[in-house]
């Protein structure tokens, strides 16, 4: 594709002929995604199939080898309106992680770009966001004393502190109960009813099932489908689901990792 797409009738992702290999392994190839401004997109597939690996194509953390993508009209590398993206990593262990508390992780969500400095209402804004997904009573809390699931929502708040146009997550519920769950996704619902678009990586529909517009299903790197959401099938609802994973225990501390992802936007 020619040119960037410039305009609110433009996609707020579109991603074509995208190929990604890392190690010399080709993880991703010519995968197209479109999803419209306004939309919900599950992505669904088994452990493998790429679908965290897209995403951080997408927002320019993994190397493309081959394809292009522009977010909220603008050509990646070329312009993005990062202040205007949210993204909620997957936790993934990194050692000793980073000894910050939980309202330092989130007004880090502030900092991007050239913008060394966070906003002056920087910590106003993110005990809001805390307070968003029930964290507010730990915000000088160390998130290295945290559990599992605590970490995954200062994250989730972390990203929520931008009051993004576009909410791109990696299993956001992921090792956080269901009450939390539930408050989450009500937030995320509020997001999508002022006009804003979510892109979610899913292995359970879950709390997310009602939210869900269209899914997109990877397989070995490719997209095996795109449409409607699937009906939930037991534990799990993506379309060929053939592996078992196991769930962070959110009353241990650092269940599931040894600290949270720190990736950030450019």
Known sequence: MTGTPTGAGTPAVLATGIDVTLGGHQILQGVDLRVERGEVVALLGANGSGKSTLVRALLGIAPRTAGEVHLLGSRLGNGVPWDRVGYVPQRL???AGVPATAVEV???GLVHG???RP???ARRRAL????Q?????????SVLQMSGGQQQRVLIARALVREPDLLVLDEPTSGID???QETFVATVRALHERGGTVLVILHELGSFADLIDRAVALRHGRVVYDGPPPSARGEHADHAHDHTHPHADPAQPGAGSTGLSMEVLP
């Open 93 to 95: 262990p990194v050692g």
């Open 106 to 108: 989130v007004v880090s």
């Open 114 to 116: 050239r913008t060394l």
């Open 119 to 121: 906003p002056r209402d």
């Open 128 to 131: 809001a966001a805390l307070e």
């Open 133 to 141: 997904v029930g964290m507010a009573a730990h915000a000088k809390r």
């Open 178 to 180: 269901l009450p939390t």
